[in-house]
Nanobody, 118 residues
Framework: QVQLVESGGGLVQTGDSLSLSCAAP????????MGWFRQAPGKDREFVGG????????YYADSVKGRFTISRDIAKNTVHLQMNSLKPEDTAIYYC???????????WGQGTQVTVSS
């Protein structure tokens, strides 16, 4: 079992930046990919972006492309989500997830709230 711990959420204003982190403290694991998802009130959870662990390839949802950047620190088993030019519609609980194989995401964090005021 791998526990993922997110940090860095908070309340910001439109246009501000915020950085989230996700770590798996005390564990080593083989990751295929780590991803970020979000869920706004009354909406389904949606994919934000992901990073292939070995080569660092990233890909993003159209809604955040050009504003959000995912990076990883292999030595620390940590992934980061840098969010710039935040909009009220980015308000959601953000979750990180770990995919150990191509089959799908195996482990999820507890989520961290991001609120963007207009």
């Amino acid at each position: 079992q791998v526990q993922l711990v997110e940090s860095g959420g908070g309340l910001v204003q439109t246009g501000d930046s915020l950085s989230l982190s996700c770590a798996a403290p005390g564990r080593t694991f083989t990751a295929y990919e780590m991803g970020w998802f979000r869920q706004a009130p009354g909406k389904d959870r949606e994919f934000v972006g992901g990073i292939k662990w070995n080569f660092g390839n990233t890909y993003y949802a159209d809604s955040v492309k050009g504003r959000f950047t995912i990076s990883r620190d292999i030595a620390k088993n940590t992934v980061h989500l840098q969010m710039n030019s935040l909009k009220p519609e980015d308000t959601a609980i953000y979750y990180c997830a770990l995919r150990t194989t191509v089959a799908g995401y195996d482990y999820w964090g507890q989520g961290t709230q991001v609120t963007v005021s207009s």
